[in-house]
C-alpha cells in the first residue's frame, strides 16, 4: 500500500506576521543582534520599539524587548519553519508475525529557505531494534512520560554535526516495524536555523509580547504534515473488540479533530464500530463480519481505490499524481489507513478479501 | 471562684471587697466565663453575677470544605482563591448575624522553600510578594494595608472574601477576630497554602548530575519537577549519554523551588529567573566548569576572552535530543544587572513540558 499525504501547508508564518506588535519609541541602552551574522553588540544607545517585526526579505523576525533590569534587547528570531516539506507514508503488514512495516519518505521543496533538520511523531509504539538509521538520517524512540505513547524521530546527523535535507532533496528509506496498526498523527518538521537567537529565555517583558514570542518560538516551532503512525494497539493474544474499539475512538477523537472526516460521516462510521463491537464482545462473528464489510464500503465510496494494494513496495512513493481522487468527507490517507486496519481485522477472523 | 479579698478605693477611700472571675462550661459545654463585680461592703451597691460570652470566629471555604484541620484552602501562585467565609458563632454554636469582624493576613516566616523574609511580609505599588484579601464581589467590605486586612460585617450569612496570591509560594496566615468589643476567638483552619501541588525532588540517577545550589543558600531546595518533567529530564539525560558516553553526564541546576512560584535569584521577590515556577522547566549547565557540558562558542556571544566563537555543533546536537524527547533546550547566555552577557554562566534553559509563560505561574 502506498499513501502520499498531501495536506494544504499550514501558514504559520504569515499567521505569525499578523500579530506583529510595535509599541511606542523609547530611548535607552541596550544589546542589539545584526540581522545577518547574528553578533551581537552590547551598550548601544537608540530609540527603541518594543515588538515583533517579519523580515520580509530573511522570514526572520526581530524581537524587541525591556529586560528586568531595563534594559533593551533586539534579537533575531529564525523560526524552523522556512521549509515546504512533504512526507510520503508506507505500510504492508510483513511476513514476520504481524509486524507491519512503515516506511517513510520526506522531501524538501526546491523554494524552502531552510534544509530540514528532522522530525518527530507521535506513535503507539514500535518494535525493538526500531527505528533503524538510514543514511545520515538517525531514528530515535523515546517515551513520552505523559502515557502510554512515544516520540518516534528522524533528525539528520552527520559526524560532529547536525546536518539537512537540502531544498530540493529527497530523503527516502527511513522505516521501522511495529505490532501495532496505522492511525494517523502529526509529523512536527523542523527546518535547521543557521544561527542562534540572542533572546534570553528567562527574560522578563510585558504579557502581550511574551505571548508573541511564545507562539514563535518553543513547542511551536515546526511544519505539521499528517502521516500515518503505529497507533492503534494490537493486543496480543488478538482481540477484535479491543482494536475496533481503539478505532472507534481514533476516528470519533482524532480524526474529527483533525478536521480529516466529515463528523456526519465519522457518526455513520460510529454506529457500525459500535454494532461491530458488540458482535465481537457476544462472540457474534459472522455479524461482525458483516459489519467490517460495511464499513469498507463506506470507505469505499469515498474514495474506489482506498483498498488497492501497492504492488509495487519497492518503489518509493513520490507522492505524485495522488491529487485527484478527493472526498469531501474523508481524507483519503485516513480511508486508506482504516481501510488498512479493518481488513487486518478480517484476517484474523479468517475473511477472504 | 477563685480569690477575695478587701480594698481600699483610691477614689473614696471606701474598702470594698472583690471576687475574681470564674469560669465553667455550661450545659451545651460551651466556655463561658463569669464574674463578680466589686461589691461595696456599706452596701450602697451590690454587684451582680454576669456570664460574659465567648464567641468563635471561623474561616471556611463558601462550598466544600476546608483542607485540613489548619489549611483553608489551597492555591497557586498569582491565582485567587474562590469564596471564602468568615462567621461567627456564639456559645451554643449558633451562627451571629451581623458581628463585626476584621481579617489580617500575612505569610509565615521562611515558608514555600525561600530561606529569607526580608521584604516579604508588605506589598509595595506594584508588588506582589504577600498575599491580599479582598471583598467577594457584591460584597462590602474595607480593605487596607494594600489588601493585608479587610473588615466588615458578616451579614446573615457571614463575611464572603477572596484570597489572592502573591507570585512567591508560602503559607498564609489569617488572624480573624471580632471588632465590636465580642471576645471572638478564632477557630479551625486559618492558612492558605500557596505553591504547586504535586512538584518533587529530583531523584539521583546515574545519568546525570544534581548541582548543590551552593551559589544561593537562601534557596537550598532548587530540584523539583513535575513528575512528567522528571521523567522526561531523566529521558532526555539518558539519551544524551547514550549517544555522548564518553562524556560527563549532564549537570543539572535550578529548576523550580519546593512548591515552586517565584525563583528570586537576587532575593527580592522579583524577576528575574522566569518559567522556573511551576516545576516544568531545569537549567542543563554548560559552561564548562567541574566537567560539565563545555559549550566553546556561539557564533553569537562575546566570550570571555573577548572574540566571538563559532557556533560549537554541540548546541544543535543537544537541542536535537530534546526534539526527540519532546523538550526544548534553549541556548542561553544569562544577563547581570549591568545589561552585560555573562559568558561564564552559559546554560540551556531546558523547557520539559511547555512553555510556562513569562510570568509566574
Known amino acids: 500500500m502506498s499513501v502520499t499525504i498531501r495536506v494544504v501547508p499550514v501558514v504559520f508564518l504569515a499567521f505569525v506576521s499578523c500579530l506583529s506588535l510595535v509599541a511606542q519609541a523609547e530611548i535607552g541602552t541596550g544589546t542589539v543582534q545584526d540581522p545577518v551574522t547574528g553578533k551581537l553588540t552590547n551598550g548601544v544607545q537608540q530609540d527603541w520599539n518594543q515588538g515583533v517585526v517579519l523580515d520580509p526579505q530573511t522570514g526572520n523576525y526581530i524581537i524587541t524587548y525591556k529586560d528586568a533590569y531595563g534594559f533593551f534587547n533586539s534579537s533575531v528570531l529564525e523560526p524552523a519553519t522556512k521549509i515546504t516539506p512533504n512526507l510520503t507514508a508506507q505500510f504492508r503488514l510483513t511476513n514476520q508475525d504481524g509486524l507491519i512495516e512503515y516506511r517513510y519518505a520526506l522531501s524538501n521543496a526546491r523554494t524552502s529557505k531552510q534544509g530540514i533538520k528532522g522530525f518527530r511523531v507521535l506513535v503507539s509504539s514500535v518494535a525493538p531494534g526500531n527505528p533503524m538509521k538510514t543514511g545520515n538520517w538517525e531514528g530515535m524512540v523515546a517515551p513520552t512520560v505523559k502515557g502510554p505513547n512515544f516520540y518516534l524521530s528522524w533528525f539528520c546527523s552527520q559526524g560532529d554535526n547536525v546536518c539537512s535535507l537540502l531544498p530540493g532533496r529527497r530523503q527516502e528509506g527511513l522505516r521501522m516495524t511495529s505490532r501495532d496498526l496505522p492511525g494517523i498523527s502529526v509529523a512536527e518538521i523542523k527546518g535547521k536555523t543557521t544561527f542562534i537567537s540572542g533572546l534570553v529565555a528567562e527574560r522578563d517583558v510585558s504579557s502581550a509580547l511574551a505571548q508573541q514570542i511564545n507562539d514563535l518560538t518553543s513547542f511551536k516551532d515546526f511544519v505539521p504534515r499528517n502521516t500515518a503512525v503505529p497507533l492503534i494497539p494490537v493486543p496480543k493474544p488478538f482481540d477484535a473488540a479491543a482494536v475496533l474499539t481503539s478505532m472507534q475512538k481514533h476516528v470519533n477523537q482524532d480524526l474529527v479533530a483533525m478536521k480529516l472526516i466529515d463528523p456526519a460521516l465519522a457518526s455513520q462510521l460510529d454506529r457500525l464500530f459500535q454494532t461491530a463491537i458488540a458482535a465481537a464482545k457476544g ?6 463480519k458483516g459489519n ?3 464499513l469498507r464500503q463506506m470507505l469505499k465510496r469515498e474514495h474506489a481505490d482506498v483498498d488497492k494494494d501497492d504492488d509495487d513496495w519497492d518503489k518509493e512513493d513520490d507522492g505524485k499524481g495522488k491529487e485527484k481522487d478527493k472526498s469531501r468527507l474523508i481524507d483519503k490517507l485516513a480511508a486508506k489507513v482504516l481501510d488498512f486496519d479493518l481488513k487486518y481485522v478480517q484476517k484474523h477472523l479468517g475473511h477472504n478479501d | 471562684m477563685v480569690t477575695s479579698g478587701r480594698v481600699g478605693d483610691p477614689r473614696t477611700g471606701v474598702t470594698i471587697g472583690y471576687s475574681q472571675t470564674f469560669s465553667a462550661f455550661n450545659q451545651s459545654g460551651k466556655y463561658c466565663s463569669v464574674y463578680v463585680e466589686l461589691e461595696i461592703l456599706d452596701g450602697a451597691h451590690f454587684g451582680r453575677p454576669q456570664c460574659r460570652q ?14 485540613s484541620g489548619t489549611i483553608l484552602s489551597s492555591i497557586e501562585p498569582d491565582r485567587s482563591t474562590g469564596s471564602l467565609v468568615a462567621k461567627v458563632y456564639d456559645n451554643n454554636g449558633q451562627l451571629v448575624p451581623n458581628a463585626k469582624v476584621k481579617l489580617v493576613v500575612d505569610v509565615q516566616r521562611y515558608s514555600g522553600g525561600h530561606q529569607h523574609d526580608e521584604g516579604r511580609h508588605s506589598n509595595g505599588v506594584n508588588e506582589n510578594r504577600v498575599g491580599r484579601l479582598a471583598p467577594y464581589p457584591g460584597t462590602t467590605a474595607t480593605i487596607s494595608d494594600n489588601g493585608k486586612v479587610l473588615e466588615g460585617n458578616t451579614g446573615q450569612n457571614g463575611l464572603r472574601f477572596t484570597f489572592a496570591a502573591p507570585v512567591p509560594a508560602g503559607d498564609h496566615k489569617i488572624t480573624a477576630s471580632c471588632t465590636d468589643g465580642k471576645n471572638c476567638q478564632p477557630e479551625g483552619p486559618d492558612t492558605v497554602w500557596v505553591g504547586h501541588k504535586g512538584l518533587q525532588p529530583l531523584n539521583d540517577n546515574n545519568v546525570y548530575i544534581l548541582l548543590p545550589n551552593n551559589n ?32 560527563s553526564v549532564l549537570q543539572l541546576n535550578d529548576a523550580s523551588l519546593e512548591r515552586g512560584g517565584i525563583f528570586d535569584l537576587r532575593h527580592d521577590w522579583k524577576a528575574p529567573h522566569h518559567e522556573h515556577c511551576g516545576g516544568s522547566a531545569i537549567d542543563i549547565r554548560a559552561n564548562g566548569v567541574n566537567g560539565a557540558l563545555n559549550i566553546t562558542g556561539d557564533g553569537v556571544h562575546t566570550t570571555n576572552d573577548g572574540t566571538v566563537h563559532p557556533a560549537d555543533p554541540m548546541i544543535d546536537k543537544l537541542q536535537t535530543i530534546a526534539d526527540a524527547v519532546g523538550a526544548d533546550a534553549v541556548w542561553e547566555v544569562p544577563k547581570d544587572s549591568n545589561g552585560n552577557f555573562v559568558w561564564n554562566a552559559r546554560h540551556f534553559h531546558t523547557r520539559l513540558t511547555g512553555q510556562e509563560g513569562l510570568t509566574c505561574p
Open chain 2, 54 to 67: 465567648n464567641y468563635s470566629i471561623k474561616l471556611s471555604p463558601l462550598s466544600g470544605q476546608a483542607e
Open chain 1, 283 to 288: 462472540g457474534n462473528t459472522a455479524a461482525m
Open chain 1, 292 to 294: 467490517l464489510k460495511d
Open chain 2, 216 to 247: 544561593d543558600p537562601k534557596h537550598p531546595d532548587n530540584h523539583n519537577l513535575t513528575l512528567t518533567a522528571a521523567s522526561r529530564m531523566a529521558v532526555f539525560a539518558a539519551m544524551y549519554h547514550g549517544k555522548y558516553p564518553n562524556l
